[in-house]
T-cell receptor, first 111, second 113 residues
Framework: GNSVTQMEGPVTLSEEAFLTINCTYTATGYPSLFWYVQYPGEGLQLLLK?????DKGSNKGFEATYRKETTSFHLEKGSVQVSDSAVYFCASLRTGNQFYFGTGTSLTVIP | NAGVTQTPKFQVLKTGQSMTLQCAQD?????MYWYRQDPGMGLRLIYYSASEGTTDKGEVPNGYNVSRLNKREFSLRLESAAPSQTSVYFC????????????FGEGSWLTVV
C-alpha cells in the first residue's frame, strides 16, 4: 500500500543551523511527493513538491530531492530562521486523488 | 484569494448533539476532502469526493457523513457527537491529476464535552 514515514520530532535548532527532516515513502509506482508546512493556528500550505525521480523541489531556502533508489524525499535547509518554526508534513500522491500524509515534525528555532 | 473556506472556525458541542461543518472552494477543483488532525496522529482522511456526485470513505469515516452539494461545496456532518471526535478538522480540495497540489482551509476546532 501507500504510506509516508517521517522522522518524529520535536526538533529544536538554533538560528542559522542546518535542518534535515527525513521522509520515506512506500508505494507501488512513482508517486508525486510534497512537503507542507503548518504555522500555529493555520491550515497546511504547500512548501515544495516533486513529481518524478531526481526532481528537486525548492522554496524559501528549503529543498528536497526525489530519490527513487532510497524511496526518500528529505527536507533540508542550510540556515534556519526563527520564522521557520512550524510543523512540517511530508505527503505523497499516486494516481488518482488520495494524498497520504506523514504524522508531522514540529520544528522550533531558537534565537 | 478565498481558496478553501470552512465554517465554523470554533465550536463546542455536548455529547450527542449534531452539527455540520461547511466547506466551499472557489478554484473549480473536482476533488474535495475532509481530514482530522490529532496530536501525534498527523492528518487522517475522513471522507473524500473525487467529483461532484461521488463520495468515498477514507481512513476514519465512522461517526461522520458527508454531502457533496455541488462542485464548490462539501459538508461534513456529525450526527451524534462523541468526545473522541474532539479534533481539528480540515477541508481541502485539489484538481484530479498527477502532481497537483492539495489546498487546505484554515481549520475548524471542535470540542465535544
Amino acid at each position: 500500500g501507500n504510506s509516508v514515514t517521517q522522522m518524529e520530532g520535536p526538533v529544536t535548532l538554533s538560528e542559522e543551523a542546518f535542518l534535515t527532516i527525513n521522509c520515506t515513502y512506500t508505494a507501488t509506482g512513482y508517486p508525486s511527493l510534497f512537503w507542507y508546512v503548518q504555522y500555529p493556528g493555520e491550515g497546511l500550505q504547500l512548501l515544495l513538491k516533486a513529481t518524478k525521480a531526481d526532481d528537486k523541489g525548492s522554496n524559501k531556502g528549503f529543498e528536497a530531492t526525489y530519490r527513487k533508489e532510497t524511496t526518500s524525499f528529505h527536507l533540508e535547509k542550510g540556515s534556519v530562521q526563527v520564522s521557520d518554526s512550524a510543523v512540517y508534513f511530508c505527503a505523497s500522491l499516486r494516481t488518482g486523488n488520495q494524498f497520504y500524509f506523514g504524522t508531522g515534525t514540529s520544528l522550533t528555532v531558537i534565537p | 484569494n478565498a481558496g478553501v473556506t470552512q465554517t465554523p472556525k470554533f465550536q463546542v458541542l455536548k455529547t450527542g448533539q449534531s452539527m455540520t461543518l461547511q466547506c466551499a472552494q472557489d478554484m473549480n477543483h473536482n476533488s474535495m476532502y475532509w481530514y482530522r488532525q490529532d496530536p501525534g496522529m498527523g492528518l487522517r482522511l475522513i471522507y473524500y469526493s473525487a467529483s461532484e456526485g461521488t463520495t468515498d470513505k477514507g481512513e476514519v469515516p465512522n461517526g461522520y457523513n458527508v454531502s457533496r452539494l455541488n462542485k464548490r461545496e462539501f459538508s461534513l456532518r456529525l450526527e451524534s457527537a462523541a468526545p473522541s471526535q474532539t479534533s481539528v478538522y480540515f477541508c481541502a480540495s485539489s484538481e484530479t491529476a498527477r502532481g497537483n497540489t492539495i489546498y487546505f482551509g484554515e481549520g475548524s476546532w471542535l470540542t465535544v464535552v
